[in-house]
Structures are given as C-alpha cells and as structure tokens.
C-alpha cells in the first residue's frame, strides 16, 4: 500500500472520509465527487468515468464483430413455436449455449484480447454477480491473464466453484455488488490490476453489440428487439448496432420493476442511484446504470418497459415447458413484457418480435422454485384451507375423493390444530395444495368445494382476482 | 392379458406389425423417407457438447427434441401418413399411445388435414389429452392401460375403415425414425459411435439401418432402462416377449414387447446392447440442464446416462453421437429429477441430528454448517420420536455441498459434535452399482 507516486493520492487511500482538497478537485476533473453519493470516489475507473462518457459507434461494434466471428460461431436465433398463443411473430436470439452459459463471453474475450501487455501482466479484476466472472475467469485461463473476481456473499456455490476451476482468485465480500464493487476497487489499488466493469467497459458494451449486428443477418424482417436491461450494456450495444443498419427497428429495453435503475435514468436524463431490491432476475439488479452505456443508448431506445418478477417467472416457466430451454431471471426477463400482453405493448400485435435470451445460469435450486412460482401465477398449482371438525375422518375422505374426481393433484397438505379461535376444542385446518390445468379448471374446483362444502373453504386469493395491469406500465420515452 | 395371443383374434391382428410375418426396412425406405418428409420437419443441429472434455471423448448431442411437438416421433408419423393410400388419408387413421408419437401424429395429421383418432388409457396425463386436441385430433379416452387402449384402437380401426399406426413397429415409421441417421452422418461425417436410446426399438432399427449402410465402422449402442428391459429380454429369447414394466423416468420408452419389425432389423446389425441405472438418469438430466441448458425427457438422456456411468469406456477418445430424442418431461417431474441429480451427485446432503431443546441448540447446529460453506435449504424438528432425552430435540437437515469431498467435511463436522446422527444415503452408497444386475430395488 505504501507507493506513493503523489501524495494526493496517498491521501486518498488513508483517509477517504474527508474527501479530497478543493486545490487538488481543480487540478484533476477526473476525480469529482458523484453529486448523488456524496462519498469521493476511490471506485474511479479510467474507462467508466462519470464526466466523460465514452460513447461507442458502430465502426467499433464491427471491429469487434471480425474479432468476435472468429472465436465464436454465430448464436442460434429460433423462431417459437407458441407465436398463436402470442398474437406476433416471436423468435428468439440464445445465447445460453456458450461455454459459460451468458452473453457476457462477448464481452470477456473481447476485452482480455483488447488489453495492452502491460495490462496483461497485473491481470483483470472484477465485481459480478456471476456470469461475467465466469467468463472472465474462463477466458482467462485460456488466454493466461490472471483474473481476480470478487463476488458477493450470497454467490451460489457452483458460480464460487466454477471460477476457482479456471483459476481466478476468487474474494467473497460484501453483502451486496455495490459492497463487492467497492472492495473490488481496494484491492486494485494494491496489485495494479485492470478493473473491468461487465456492463460499462466500452470494449463489453462493443462486443455485446455484435448480437445486434447477427439478429440483423439472420432476420432482415425484424420489427422489433426486445433486451434485458441491468448496467444497460447489453441494451447500449444492440441499440447502436440495429439502429445504425435499419434505424425503423424498435428497440424496447425491458427492466424488473425491483431494480429500475436504468428507467430512472432515462427519466431523469442522467445515471441514477437506486437501492436494487433482490429480484429473480439477480444479475439485472445494478444500483447504478453504467454512464458509457447510458449516454450511448439514450438517443436509440423507443420504449423502457417495467415488467414484475411474476412475469418472469412465468418465461422462464415457459421457456422451460414450451421451448424446452433453460434460462435465468435475466435472461428471461425480455420475454416476460409479452406476458403483459394485452394490456401493454399493444402496438406490436402481428409483428415480428426478437426477444434476446441473454443467459442460462439459474441455480438448479431455484429453477423448480421459478416453475412453481409461476403456475402459482398462472392459477395450476392452488392453495385452500378447510375447517373441518376434528377427528370426522370421513370429511377429509370426501375432500380428497372430490379434489382427486375433479382430475387435480393434490402435492402437498397439512394439519394444523393449535392456533385456533377461543372455545374451538374440536375444529381442524386442512391446508391443501392443489394442481390443475389451467385458471379455469381452478375456478371450477373452486365452485364446487364452495358448493359441497358451504362456509368451510378459504382459498388463497392470488390467482383468481389477480391484479390488474395498467397500460401505463410500459413508459414511452419522447 | 396372455389370453389375447392365445385365439389368433382378428381384431389385434395388425398386418403391418405381424409376429408370424416380421419385416425388415432397408435402406432405400430411410433415403426414400428423408426426402419425403423434408419439407415438413425441422433439421435439428448436432452440437458438440461442452461436456467432452470431461468424459475424455468428443461428445455431439443430436438435438431432435427441437423438433415441433418436442420429439423425433414426427418423422415417422410425416412419413407414414405420406404414404397412405388416397382412400385410406379420406379414411383417417388411429394410433393408441401415451405421448410423443400422439402428438406427432395429431400435428402432423392436422397439417396434411387427414383426420386422425387418438386412444389413451384414463391414466394419461391432462396435458397430453390437450395437447392431442389442441393439434386438432380426436381423442377418445378407453382403458385402465396401454393394452386395453390398444385393443380398443384397433377395434375402431377395423370399425371405421381407419388405418392403425403403430408408434415404433410399422415399417414406414421406422424409415422415418432413421432419418436422423442420415442426417448425423451428414453433420458428423467422422462420428465413431451412435448412441440410440430403445423402447419400442423403432428408432434403433431405422438409425441402424441408415448408417451401417454407408458407413459399417460406426458402432450402433442401443441404451435402454433397467426398469424396462424390453430388448434384452427379447435377445435372451430370441424374440420380443412382454415385461412387466414399473413406473420410470424414461417414460416414452415404457414399451412392454419391443416391436417385431424392429427386433429382426436391429438384431443383426446393432453392435451392443446398454442398460442403464435410473439414477444416472436423473443426473443426465441435470447435467443437461446445467451444462448445455437443455431440457431433455429421461427417454432422450439415456445416452449421456450411458457415457456419464462409465458403461463405454471402449469409446473414449472417440467421436460419439449421444441422439436427444424428446423433451416432452412435465415440469413437476423435471424439478423432481433436478432433485434427485443433486442428491445422486452428494451435492444434496440430508441428515438426521439429536440437538439440545434449549435457545441456542438449533442456533448452534446452523452456525457449524455454515462454518464450512454448506448451504441449509430446509430444516425440520421433530421432538416425539427422540428417545431417552426431554430436552432434544432430532432436527432434520436438507442442505447443498459442493460435492463428495464436501460432504464427507460435513459429516466429520456433525460426527465430531454430536453423539446421535444418522446421514440418509448411507446404506445406498454399498448398493450402487453399475448396471446389468436386472430387477433390483436400488432406485
């Protein structure tokens, strides 16, 4: 820790609550203060300054595409095979089915082979959630840069075991990525490394572009592209891209309404820091939208939609049953806006649709949870409760010969007998959870338990009076 | 059921799929069928998987579960329901199945508008029956079983002047299935070794006969289940006998008698016969859902079973062709599996543990576990079964390692600091086997 080049800097390091001196402020503008987190910035990174916004161009999206096509063989893009359920003509861009399983290999490859010797040398270090440090670590251990990741306390085990197999150095700390991102930055200080950053770095934000330039090659006809959006690098990169060769194109980006990050911004015209609430889709949960990506994307982007974690659950639900694809909350995110469907979006009735899959990297624990979840949306698995007198073993008979009559499945029940209303020795509550096939075959159990047995059933709510959608959920931008 | 082989009735008496009579397809009916049909199916991709580096052998999955209704069943049916007389597609045709081949037939059926007739037992799962009638077909629900639907298929099929489709025994449905060997052969040119998952035997047989004509040096593995060894007991008796079938994962290969057509095809010209553990399969599909992000039925992920429990070690280094053939798996079941992988692979541990009752025993448990980086997923106390001790507590604990290494620092932990545990999966390890043992309890 003790080489001081100037003593400013030293400064910096040891005492980073009193800020830096106006003096100094004047000399260097790369290290004002962000007016929104009034802390100086240790996090300063040369390529994602706030004040000097990098903006990519087209020319280096292409260049990275030559380098990229050399590497990768183009991703599939398929066409649905639901476009009736859907009204429109819905294909989708995979990019699951790279080594790592995420868009972000683009990104990694890209800049490692970008990277001067020198650069090389001290290696690469990096905050992420989890695909990009995959990738990074992969790519590194192939191209022999060493790369530190650090990633936050609630990492999954097998991300944790992934990147130590290739070699990273692997630092768990901090209890969310903004926490991780910071001890990121202290720990470069000390060994000289590159900070990469996934969704901001000019070089991540260039290569994930090329997904744009294949969508174009491989569906000439498209009408509209709709991305998943967290930093914003995924959606900067592609917008440019399109825009640049058919600027009818609409871009829609499409976010979780628990970390709006990037919403905000465009309201706001500038980067926008939010607390990111914990959503299904993990790697989209950014506090702050990166400012390359940003001021790249503002003038492209037609439509900022909000969607909630329901509808992602639901696509990632039906990507599984219907497309026979796996692919995480992030990943799924930009089919899930067609889960609002009649409600917003309506203008994209009959037209072709690109939703870009950016990632597959859903724990196997969570996977089933996300498909139970959903059908718990969707009305096929409901939940009741029935009082029942105790010890009347032939009402339980009858509940369940009714349920299992009426073609459902019954996954799951209990009794409960200790929490009940005064002077009711004798009363039991049978929990059930059922499975059905569809709302409305929900509705009919519903019927007819409330019919057989009158002022017993309690059925939990949820699916039968879901709430309605507001067309104002999708946010048109001027 | 014996009693319906005993009277030659006329009712089950299938030309198409005859005991006495058995056909053999060649290969000009598979070259036949790979143009016929071309226009109506999808040319799925053969992909190198991103396994091979660690089974030491080039892995390519062929992905037919890409295919529209989700298996490789629609180029049989397309190609069957092409060659139909022209009186007969006024007719119509019946098939009685539970799955794939149902499906197949009703979206093929309904694009070439021939009016098609599904049979399934009243055991068959809601989705299906919808399914079916989304595609346009007419489904009749008759039987406790697969025989009696059967029997009542054929009975309308003679009733109705319909023709019968049997799903893996009629000689154009198997020219169909073996397509996809000529498509490998395309977009593999130097595979080494096919690996074929078998039920009903359709699918080998057709694959079987495409590529041993072209090229004889690949080896044909045919993969079937331990739970439903149709085609090992037919080699053993020199003919397709029935087997009593229990419940599997593998569901689209549940088949009692393997067909006739395809016993005699495939017999000679298949190289070697696998049998597989119902737990490996579980962690086939894990595997591909974690690795390759697919979602494949059992039925389809024999062949990754087959390579990951070690059963070809001869095929190392080899250029092997593992076909996926379906990934119509109920999403239930497929949690189930995800499940079950994890545990088959330890890295979904459950353990039983006597704890202190008093504040803080429970605290304490949870603190160890985690001092070691293991994952709690679910945790249960019971306190009427505990023998001896008032004051304990038997807390049971589902939690997720990082694999066997993993798990055995757990169990060092809990045996260190507790006097009672027990780790569920103890007695199991002794059992697990590799295949060819038949009718075991293990899974």
Known sequence: ?478 | MESYTVEPSTIEFDPMCDKENPQRISFEDVSAAAFRIQSGIRKTPCVKSHMSAIYGMDIYLKNDFLQHTGSFKERGARNALLLLSPEAKKCGVISASLGNHSQAMSYHANLLQIPVTVVMPNVAPIMKIQKCQSYGANVIIHGNDMKEAKYHAMMLAKERQLTYINGYDHPHIMSGQGTVGLEILEQVPDVDAVLVPVGGGGLLAGVATAIKHLNPNVLIYGVETEKCPSMKVAIKNEGPVSVEIKSTLADGLAVPTMGYNAFLTAKTIMDKLITVNEDWLARAILRLVEQEKYVVEGGGAVGVAAIMAGLVPELANKKVVCILSGGNIDTTILGRCLERGLAAEQRLVKFKVTVSDRPGGIAELCKMIASIGVSIKDIMQERAWVYGDIFSVQVKVVCETRGPEHKKELRALISNLYKEWYFAGDYDERLRRISNVTESDVA
Not at chain 1, 5 to 30: C, F
Request: neutral net charge; glycine residues 6%.
């Open chain 1, 1 to 478: 820790m003790q080489k001081p080049t100037n003593t400013v800097q030293l400064h910096l390091e040891t005492t980073p609550s009193l800020g830096i001196a106006p003096g100094a402020l004047v000399n260097r503008d790369s290290a004002k203060r962000n007016i929104w987190c009034p802390k100086p910035e240790i996090e300063f990174d040369s390529w994602c300054n706030p004040n000097n916004p990098k903006l990519i161009t087209y020319k280096e999206i292409s260049k990275a595409m030559n380098v990229l096509r050399e590497h990768f063989p183009v991703t599939p893009l398929l066409r649905s095979r639901c476009c009736v359920q859907f009204g429109l003509e819905v294909n989708y861009k995979l990019e699951i089915f790279h080594r790592t399983g995420s868009f972000n290999e683009r990104g990694a490859l890209y800049t490692l082979l970008m990277l001067k010797e020198n650069q090389r040398k001290f290696g690469v270090i990096t905050a992420s959630t989890g695909s990009w440090a995959m990738a990074l670590a992969y790519y590194g251990h192939k191209l022999d840069i060493p790369v530190t990741t650090v990633l936050p306390l609630y990492t999954l085990i097998n991300v944790v075991e992934m990147c130590k197999g290739y070699g990273a150095t692997v630092i768990l700390n901090g209890k969310s990525l903004a926490e991780a991102k910071n001890q990121a930055f202290i720990v470069r200080a000390e060994s000289g490394a590159t900070y990469l950053n996934s969704y901001d770095h000019p070089y991540a934000i260039a290569a994930a572009g090329s997904i744009g330039v294949e969508i174009m090659e491989q569906l000439p006809q498209t009408d509209a592209i709709l991305i998943p959006v967290g930093g914003g690098g995924l959606l900067a990169g592609i917008s440019t891209a399109v825009k640049h060769i058919k600027p009818e194109v609409l871009i829609y980006g499409i976010e979780p309404e628990k970390c709006c990050g990037f919403y905000k911004a465009m309201k706001n015209e500038h980067p926008y820091h939010i607390i990111a609430g914990r959503s299904i889709a993990g790697s989209l949960a950014i506090s702050t939208p990166g400012h390359n990506a940003f001021h790249t994307a503002k003038p492209s982007i037609n439509k900022m939609v909000l969607v909630n974690d329901d509808w992602i659950s639901r696509a990632v639900l039906h990507l599984t049953e219907e497309e026979r694809f796996v692919a995480d909350g992030a990943g799924a995110t930009s089919l899930s806006a067609l889960f609002g469907l009649p409600n917003i979006l309506p203008e994209l009735r009959g037209k072709t649709v690109v939703c870009v899959i950016s990632g597959g990297n859903i724990d196997t624990d969570t996977l089933p949870r996300c498909i139970e979840r959903a059908k718990a949306v969707e009305g096929r698995i409901i939940k009741m409760t029935v009082t029942l007198p105790a010890d009347e073993t032939t009402e339980q008979l009858k509940i369940f010969s009714t349920i299992a009559n009426l073609g459902c499945n019954v996954r799951q029940y209990y009794t409960e007998h200790a929490w009940l209303t005064e002077n009711d020795f004798y009363t039991i509550y049978l929990t059930l959870t059922c499975e059905t096939r569809d709302i409305k075959h929900a509705c009919t159990l519903k019927r007819v338990m409330e019919r057989l047995f009158p002022n017993m059933c309690h059925f939990l709510e949820e699916p039968f009076s879901p709430i309605p959608i507001c067309s104002c959920f999708a946010k048109k931008l001027p």
